[in-house]
């Protein structure tokens, strides 16, 4: 058996009348994969209304389904904190619209068992496993017994103040993963180890557009996971890179950024201008670059990069990253260490990593960074 290349990118939700050139920066990239993954952000449908609880109601036109494909997607994750922005009938949509692409999917479905169905996929002899959470939860869009949505992993927070004697004084913030869910996700790992050669948990997690920072649930769910028998955790969400760590020699990216993923005023269908409304003054609040810079995001957010696994002997031999950028359209385009912002983006990962207490295990081998 040869050597396999499996691929993964951060979020994607291509919403422009020409879908197909918002990948035409990576495609050549993303040809290399025998194999790639990506995470979902919007609905991809025509039907349906906003949810009263959802702040900017996402979906793309149906047609971007083809583009998703054709820019070599095989496994998708819609475990995303937009699956049920248009109701149930936009949630269906996506997922029949992804199925009858020929894409594969996790993390979401008719209901909480099906959301938990892992993707197994046979690589030439090498058997794939992956399993899809979401901790970026809008109340009820997550599946149960009898309601469809997507496969939980809440968290649980807690304000301990730092003075306990001392009424409303700074408080610290700690979390940790939900008992029922965590239980719930390390049974899927256990029942699905003895099936596969590889095993890769998909996590839609962390707190959006602030650098650097992880959330403690996160460090407890992937160690978890790792413990449990997964192989790879690929992160993201956040909408801006954060850590990549090493834990008992498996890799674990907490978040992989935007990759494909239109900014914001691209999905908002409502009166007026996006940066309006309120829901995005509060988003904004969080980073005061989005306002610095005029842009929708923060100029963080517009790096990037994509998990390149060598994969032989029904092993992951290598894991590494390269680079991206994303345009002024939010398009992503593959950088090369020629190019400065190659450098930019490998020490941007340095710093926040080891922020975070983690040692950066990184080097630079060509046009990629191995990791480990």
């Known amino acids: 058996m040869s050597k396999k290349i499996f691929i993964a990118t951060g979020d994607v939700g291509p919403n422009r009348p020409n879908a197909d050139e918002m990948f035409d920066g990576v495609r ?140 409303e004084t700074p408080v610290r913030l700690f979390s940790w993963p939900h008992p029922d869910d965590l239980d719930a996700m390390l049974a899927d790992i256990a029942a699905l180890r003895p099936q596969v050669d590889i095993l890769m948990v998909s996590f839609h997690w962390g707190i959006h557009f602030i650098p650097k920072t992880l959330a403690y649930y996160q460090r407890y769910a992937a160690k978890f996971a790792i413990d449990a028998g997964a192989d790879i955790i690929l992160g993201h969400h956040t909408h801006i890179l ?37 829901s995005h003054q509060d988003i904004a609040a969080l980073n005061p670059d989005m306002k610095k810079k005029k842009r929708q995001m923060p100029e963080d957010s517009y790096k990037s990069l994509f998990i390149k696994c060598v994969i032989d002997d029904k092993k992951i031999q290598k894991v590494s990253f390269v680079p991206v950028q994303l345009g002024k359209d939010a398009t992503p385009v593959t950088l090369t260490p020629d190019d400065p912002r190659f450098t930019e983006i490998v020490e941007y990962m340095r710093e926040i990593t080891l922020d975070q207490g983690i040692e950066p295990k990184f080097t630079v081998d060509g046009d990629e960074v191995v990791i480990g």
């Open 242 to 278: 954060k850590p990549i760590e090493v834990y008992k020699g498996k890799v674990i990216v907490y978040s992989m950024a935007n990759f494909a993923l239109e900014e914001p005023g691209r999905f908002f269908e409502g009166k007026g201008d996006l940066t309006e409304s309120k």
């Open 28 to 167: 050549a990239s993303l040809a290399q994969a025998d194999l790639l993954f990506g995470q979902l952000e919007p609905c991809i449908a025509s039907t349906g209304t906003p949810a009263a609880q959802c702040r900017l109601p996402m979906r793309c036109k149906p047609e971007n389904a083809g583009a998703i494909r054709r820019a070599g997607y095989d496994v998708i994750s819609f475990a995303t904190n937009h699956c049920m922005d248009w109701g149930r009938p936009a949630f269906f949509e996506t997922l029949d619209l992804l199925h009858e692409q020929g894409i594969q999917t996790i993390g979401a479905g008719a209901d909480i068992f099906e959301a938990r169905k892992p993707v197994i996929v046979d690589l030439d002899g090498t058997k794939i496993g992956f399993l899809g959470y979401n901790s970026i939860l809008p109340q009820d869009y997550w599946a149960t017994e009898e309601r469809p949505g997507c496969a939980p992993l809440r968290g649980i927070s807690a304000a301990v103040p730092k003075e306990h004697d001392q009424p």
